[in-house]
């Protein structure tokens, strides 16, 4: 969900250059498939399903753990990072409760097939760990390149199956780094060939010093103060690029790569220095130079990539073009957080977007975003969700309600009805919305005042069509039919609706070739009809049977085929194609409701009751006996029960006496009205 907040994000700003602005887009992709990440991973993946092919016993198993752990133990006392540091934490307590099992199984010779159940769990907890020792052991006999080509192929095509279900529009150009080497190469020669660029063992670094000396160029313009930020820029370098060795063969500190000498267990390519790979940085330069020229208009991605990496691609494109317009504009998309907390991969703290789309519809995530401020950081949360079903479901009601007065039959002339004060000012309203929706989106396309103002002007428009009816006359067709026209055009600019729909969300899913809703909303209509006649019917002969029918058909068997029917007294009941997961929904949550309301009428009654029968049986103690039980408190009473001394035999205080009279006099009335009940009969 975290690439889904980039990508998202630059699908909107690019649907509304395009759609809105009506510039002409073209947008190129790059992926990368080669960097020390991913040379890492695959390298480890390859050698743990070697090892898991191998099938080590269970006593080897867990030796190698025990090694694997040690060497564990101290990367993670070296880890000063609280939130990696709370994440290796896991991995080794995860290791130690599958360990364990296993350890006791062995011991106790239990059955081979609960040691293989207890060694399978152990294999699965301790990946990592035996992924990291594997790597250390035998990384460097890993020489065959396909081995680093597969794992970020499959993970491409996971990325492409996403982004359609995100329903994210393709690249117009999508370059991969793996099949642009000879022209990265070409890349880094001329570099080299402009003065900004040295050969250090084998290796091609950036001389950030000279090109930051030179008149036409500055080094780092995005983010200044990052300068000799270590930390940063070995990141940018990549884990397996900042060993001792490595960093020496630099002119400064500040330097980057731009083409590594490969070692062994990396994957190479031949070059004028040797066998080797490009750089991180290098690799987004070559492929979009070469597809989009000395410079772009756009350049986008997330905001953790303004340093070093858009500033390193920034420089060495300059130094390349010799230029110092490689990129006019660069949009950053804010990060993304789970309910507060910073979401990233290496912490194993995300939620991928598959699990997102079980939870949440494409349009729901996409409108969550929408209602928040693209190069901001949004918060994905249950409220940040349940926010934007809301925004869904408020709009997806005003289309349903405008298709319902659309269908009202008419002929030609009638659809054009006189325009009173009302119809009057909702069209300057509307037209008022469309002015501050066209300066919200020229103002750094802030898509949030967007939804805003759309949303007022829905709240306008139902205002609008309740007073209509509340005083029986018929809403402004034309109007309406405008306002829910310019509101769908709006969404489907935004990816929020993909179909050829007039107005509305689509029924019964993107997929379908036929218009469900035309199809089938004329026989509901007759349907509708002849239920209402029914039920005129049923009231006046007083037939309950035929109106319990009636709501059956409309709170339970409808409701299944996707349909809700809404009865207004005194008006044409609503007819509505809504999803029926939704509806579903609403009828589990109105049932809840009138349960909930049943339990605490239920409650209350019995409440009710207790409380009678409690002053019943207080009315039922005669006066003279209502202080006698309680002996904890009173040791001697006068001949009408009252009492006189406390436990102690001390006699007792004017004051306590005053107040126990009151509660005497009370209850001989309260005794009394007891005695009468009795007479009447009326105490049970």
Not at 270 to 288: F, L, N, Q, V
Not at 555 to 563: S, T
Not at 582 to 595: S, Y
Request: glycine share 4%.
């Amino acid at each position: 969900m975290g690439h889904a907040r980039s990508y998202i994000s630059f699908d909107i700003l690019r649907r509304i250059l395009r759609d809105y602005f009506k510039y002409d887009v073209f947008y190129c992709m790059n992926i990368t498939d080669i960097d020390d990440k991913i040379i890492k991973r695959a390298r480890q993946n390859y050698l743990f399903e070697r090892y898991r092919e191998n099938k080590a016993a269970p006593d080897q198993l867990l030796e190698d753990v025990k090694t694997a752990s040690e060497l564990f133990s101290v990367k993670l006392n070296e880890t000063t990072d609280p939130d990696k540091k709370q994440m290796l934490e896991r991995i080794q307590n995860a290791v130690k409760s599958a360990f364990d099992p296993l350890q006791e199984a062995v011991q106790a010779k239990l059955s081979a097939e609960e040691i293989n159940r207890c060694r399978e769990i152990l294999l699965e907890e301790a990946k990592d760990l035996l992924s990291d020792w594997l790597d250390t052991k035998f990384g460097s006999q890993v020489t065959d390149n396909s081995i680093f080509s597969k794992l970020p192929k499959f993970w491409e095509g996971e990325f492409h199956k996403d982004m359609e279900a995100l329903n994210v529009l393709p690249p117009d150009v999508l370059t991969r780094v793996s099949e642009y080497v000879p022209e990265i190469v070409d890349f880094v020669k001329k570099i080299v060939d402009n003065g900004y660029g040295y050969v250090s063992n084998g290796s091609v670094y950036f001389d950030t010093m000279k090109f930051d000396s030179s008149e036409k160029h500055s080094y780092a313009k995005l983010v200044p103060e990052a300068v000799g930020d270590q930390k940063a820029l070995q990141e940018g370098e990549g884990d397996l690029s900042i060993s001792a060795d490595r960093l020496s063969e630099k002119h400064s500190p500040n330097d980057f790569a731009l083409w590594k000498s490969s070692k062994p267990g990396e994957p190479s390519w031949d070059s004028p220095w040797g066998k080797g790979r490009p750089g991180w940085h290098i690799e987004c330069s070559a492929m979009a130079g070469s597809i989009l020229g000395e410079s772009m208009d756009i350049h986008g991605g997330g905001f953790d990539l303004r340093f070093p990496h858009h500033d390193n691609e920034l420089a060495q494109s300059e130094a390349y073009f010799e230029n110092d317009h490689w990129v006019r504009y660069f949009l950053h998309a804010g990060h993304l957080t789970i309910a507060g907390c910073k979401m990233s991969k290496s912490l194993k703290n995300f939620i991928t977007i598959k699990d997102a789309l079980k939870k949440h519809t494409a349009r729901q995530l996409r409108l969550a975003f929408l209602m928040h401020s693209w190069k901001d950081t949004l918060d994905y949360s249950n409220n940040t969700m349940e926010s934007a079903i809301q925004y869904e479901k408020f709009m997806n009601e005003f289309f349903l309600n405008v298709k319902d007065i659309l269908r009202a039959p008419t002929d030609v002339t009638g659809q054009f009805q006189k325009w009173e004060n009302q119809e009057a000012e909702l069209n300057r309203n509307f037209y008022n919305k469309k002015a501050a929706i066209h300066e919200a989106l020229c103002d750094n396309i802030d898509t949030r005042s967007v939804l805003e103002e759309m949303r007022s002007l829905v709240s306008q428009s139902n205002s609008y069509i309740a007073a209509k009816k509340a005083s029986r006359k018929v809403p402004n067709r034309l109007l309406l039919e405008n306002i829910s026209s310019y509101l769908t055009q709006m969404l489907k600019i935004f990816g929020a609706i993909e179909s050829d729909d007039t107005i509305g969300f689509p029924v019964g899913g993107n997929s379908q070739n036929i218009n469900i809703e035309s199809t089938v909303m004329p026989y509901l209509q007759v349907l509708s009809e002849f239920r209402e006649g029914v039920r005129q019917i049923a009231r006046e002969k007083k037939v309950t049977e035929v109106l319990q029918l009636s709501d059956a058909l409309r709170d339970d068997i409808l409701p299944e085929l996707g349909v809700r029917f809404e009865d207004h007294e005194g008006l044409p009941t609503v007819v509505k194609l809504v999803d029926k997961d939704t509806l579903l929904k609403e009828r589990e949550e109105k049932k809840k409701i009138e349960e909930e309301k049943k339990r605490k009428k239920e409650e209350a009654a019995r409440k009710k009751q207790q409380q009678e029968a409690a002053k019943l049986a207080k009315m039922k103690i005669p006066p003279h006996e209502m202080f006698k039980s309680e002996h904890d408190k009173y040791s001697m009473f006068d001949e009408n029960g009252f009492p006189t001394h406390d436990t102690e035999g001390k006699e007792l205080s004017k004051g306590q006496i005053k107040k126990l009279k009151k509660l005497y006099e009370t209850q001989e009335k309260l005794y009394k009205e007891y005695l009468q009940m009795v007479q009447n009969g009326s105490a049970n």
